[in-house]
Nanobody, 125 residues
C-alpha cells in the first residue's frame, strides 16, 4: 500500500537549519508530484513546497518560505527532501509529506492522494 514516512524533525534555534526526509513506498514514486505541507497549532494545514516528477522537476514554494527552504527529490531512493534554512519561530509546525498522481503541482490539500503522518518541527531558543 502507499506509504509516506517523514523524518528529520526536531528542535532548532531561530536561524538554524533542518532537513526533512520523506521515504515513499507502494507506488511509482518517479511518476508522482511530491509536496510538503505544514500545520501549526490552531491553524489550517498550508502548502509549503512541491516538486514535479517530470523532466526539469519544476518546484514551487509558499511566499513565506521562498529563499529559505529548498525541496528536492531522489527518485533512486524514493525520497523527497525539504532543506529548511534560516528557520523562524513561525516555521514551527507539524510538517507533512504528500503525493499527487500528476505531473502538475497543486496548492490544495485535496489535490494530493496520499499523506504521511507528519514530523514535528520546533523553532525556539
Amino acid at each position: 500500500q502507499v506509504q509516506l514516512v517523514e523524518s528529520g524533525g526536531g528542535l532548532v534555534q531561530p536561524g538554524g537549519s533542518l532537513r526533512l526526509s520523506c521515504a515513499a513506498s507502494g507506488f511509482t514514486f518517479s511518476r508522482y508530484t511530491m509536496a510538503w505541507f505544514r500545520q501549526a497549532p490552531g491553524k489550517e494545514r498550508e502548502f509549503v513546497a512541491a516538486i514535479t516528477w517530470n523532466v526539469g522537476s519544476e518546484t514551487s514554494y509558499a511566499d513565506s518560505v521562498k529563499g529559505r527552504f529548498t525541496i528536492s527529490r531522489d527518485n533512486g531512493k524514493n525520497t523527497v527532501y525539504l532543506q529548511m534554512d534560516s528557520l523562524k519561530p513561525e516555521d514551527a509546525a507539524v510538517y507533512y509529506c504528500a503525493a499527487r498522481n500528476s505531473g502538475w503541482i497543486s496548492f490544495a490539500l485535496r489535490g494530493y492522494n496520499a499523506w504521511g503522518q507528519g514530523t514535528q518541527v520546533t523553532v525556539s531558543s
